[in-house]
Structures are given as C-alpha cells and as structure tokens.
C-alpha cells in the first residue's frame, strides 16, 4: 500500500550495502537503527530511493529523483520526501506484512532488486565512453558526408542529383516564391539532406540513447554528453555500441 501527501518545506552494485550493523542489537533501539538506516540511505543511495518511487509509487521519473530523501522509517511503514524546492510531496510506503525489527535490510534490498529488475536497471555502471570502432568510423563519415554537402557548390551538386532538383526540389523551390535557379535548387538539396541527416540522429540522441543511459547507470556528465554529441555525429551505431557494452559487461558480471 502506498499514497502520496503534500510535504513542508542506484547504487551500482548488487546490493544496498545495508550493513549488518544496521539492524537493532542489545545496545542499541530500533530509533537508533532507524535513524542509521534514513541516513545513509539519504546520504549514499538516492537513486534507489528515487526507483522506489517510480516502481512502487507509479511517480515520474524526472519528479521521483528530484532529491528524495525518507523522512520517517518504523516497521509499519516508510515515507520518501521528494521534488522541488517548495512543491514537496511525501510517499507513503506500508510494509505488508509489517517489518520486524531485524528485517530493515532485508527489506530494502527485496524492494531495491524489485524495483531494479522493473525499470530496467542493470547493475552494471559504465563510467567512460566505451564504443566499437565502427560506431566511431560512422561519426567520421557522417561528419565527412556533412562537410561534403555544406561545402559542394548549389549549382554543381543540382547538375550532379539532376532527377531529385527537377522532380523533388524545383516545385519546393517555386512553391517558397522563389526562382527555380540551379544555386537555389542546390541551396535547397543541402538544406534538406543536413535536416534529414541530423534531425534522424538528434530523435535518436533524445529517444534511444536516453534508456540505455538509464539502464547502464551512466551518471558522468562528461560521458552522457559525449555518448549525446557522438550519437547526433554518428547516429544509431553509437547507441547500439553502448547497449552492447553494457551486455558485455553483465556477461563479465554473472561470470565472476
């Protein structure tokens, strides 16, 4: 059971790394433990926090990982403050049946796998750009295929693509109220070539590269932006070429 109420004011590895010590022993009480528990999870494990809020909480993405920290942790229930500065809200989660004393870590990490193995996430990290050869070669061609159409002369490259300047691009070119020129037929080939080009890899920088990033907990700025800006050069062979590294790194993963 869970609900949300307004409010004032992933790990990469297997685990959540929920120590033993985190659960009550003879010198200590469960508000001790409790509070051991809210603190590191609010300190070391955002991101989980964030997956528990989107799988078991159905909240969106963008808003569940807007710095959710747990503000109350008993054994009947657990509550996730989240979003933005002054528009706070506070999830509610019941833990059915309820939690036992000893059961906190347990617990947790049940939920953190659930949670995970829902949305995707993989428990590998990919902390550097890691791409095969030809993903890189598409980008050089992509970039060199661009350079080509930008600097080929307009009149040249309508002589050169005779069939698509006269029965694709003369009607567009006079429809814009201008002279079917060869220079402004050529203008317009390139125009709609570098569109065509750049618009297919910017939807899939946007669209396809988004959940691998996701899945493979790419968090490096650095990396995300590179992985970004090649797929926009390079297209689908740089996203595939993470998705694959990624398996390759489960692989390694499940072999040790």
Known sequence: MSKVTDAEGAPSSRSLGLCASLTPTSSSTWGDVAQRIMAHMNNDHEDSLGHYLVHFG???????????????????????????????????????????AG?????????????????????????RVILPIGAYGGALLCTALTAAILYASPSRLSSTLK???????????????????????????????????????????????????????????????????????????VWIGLRDA???EERKLKAQ
């Open 58 to 100: 159905r909240i969106p993405s963008r808003l569940a990982h807007s710095h959710p920290q747990i503000t109350t942790f008993t054994t009947p229930l657990m509550k996730i403050a989240y979003g933005p500065a002054g528009k706070r809200k506070e999830w509610t989660y019941e833990f059915s049946p309820p939690m036992h």
């Open 103 to 127: 059961e906190a870590r347990k617990r947790l990490e049940a939920m953190h796998q659930e949670a995970k193995v829902a949305l995707g996430i993989s428990d590998v990290t990919i902390d």
């Open 163 to 237: 069939y698509q300047s006269h029965i694709l691009f003369a009607p567009i070119v006079r429809a814009l109220g201008l002279k079917d020129s060869p220079r402004n037929i050529g203008r317009a080939i390139q125009g709609f070539w570098l569109v065509a080009l750049y618009g297919a890899h910017l939807a899939e920088a946007l669209y396809c590269l988004p959940p691998h990033l996701k899945a493979y907990n790419v968090k490096n700025k650095a990396v995300r932006m590179t992985y970004f800006i090649l797929t926009i050069l390079g297209g689908f062979p």
């Open 246 to 248: 990624g398996k390759a």
